[in-house]
């Protein structure tokens, strides 16, 4: 069964860099149709996509957050990752990984990590 | 950027009842739609992609249907572990998004 874990600092300076690692575990990353996508939610608010790398490594950014964004993958340690650059409070939120199949929704999910942007 | 709108925002059911969320699209995006439920401090769930296509596990009691603009989920005879915010979600085309959510609640 495929299983997705964020991991990294719950906490980050103002005008520091967010970085996040998703582990996959029970597949692997490198597999045909798969894309791996990292997803936010703010306190009290409805999900937002981040963007999305795909297996054969072409990646697709939110506009909103496109400036500030890098995904990318490796493949030798199964995982995935993600940089937001220039954090601000708005940047604070629980940050999900989560895979999608072509054709499909996204799923599975990771639990999540919270990360608050604060001095 | 393709708009999702959900209504209601909010609804009130008993156990028992059938309810039907509605979510529309602002522009037409085939059948390239997904419904997730999403329980408090957890991940969402899926439920439905393909705009009427069951995900696997998902019980029967949850179907969803529409295509192009208008879609809608339709959760029957409720139990409570439904009582929870749905939100549905386009993939028709980058970037992807998500409607604002129902949250559904017991009467």
């Known amino acids: 069964q495929l299983q997705l874990q964020e991991s990294g600092p719950r906490l980050v300076k103002p005008s520091e860099t967010l970085s996040l690692t998703c582990t996959v575990s029970g597949g692997s990353i490198n597999t045909y149709n798969n894309y791996w996508a990292w997803i936010r939610q703010p306190p009290g608010k409805g999900p937002e996509w981040i963007g999305t790398?795909?297996?054969?490594?072409?990646?697709y950014y939110n506009p909103s957050l496109k400036s500030r964004v890098t995904i990318s993958v490796d493949t030798s340690k199964n995982q995935f990752s993600l940089k937001l650059s220039s954090v601000t409070a708005a940047d604070t939120a629980v940050y999900y990984c989560?895979?999608?199949?072509?054709?499909?929704?996204?799923?599975?999910w990771g639990q999540g990590t919270l990360v608050t942007v604060s001095s | 950027d393709i708009q999702m709108t959900q209504s209601p925002s909010s609804l009130s059911a008993s156990v028992g009842d059938r309810v039907t969320i509605t979510c529309r699209a602002s522009q037409g995006i085939s059948n390239y739609l997904a419904w997730y439920q999403q329980k408090p401090g957890k991940a969402p769930k899926s439920l439905i992609y393909g705009a009427s296509s069951l995900q696997s596990g998902v019980p029967s009691k949850f179907s969803g249907s529409g295509s192009g603009t208008d879609f809608t989920l339709t959760i029957s005879s409720l139990q409570p572990e439904d009582f929870a915010t749905y939100y549905c979600q386009q993939y028709d085309s980058y970037p992807i998004t998500f409607g604002q959510g129902t949250r559904l609640e017991i009467k």
């Open positions: 989560a895979r999608r199949v072509r054709y499909y929704g996204f799923d599975p």
């Open positions: 790398i795909f297996y054969s490594g072409s990646v």
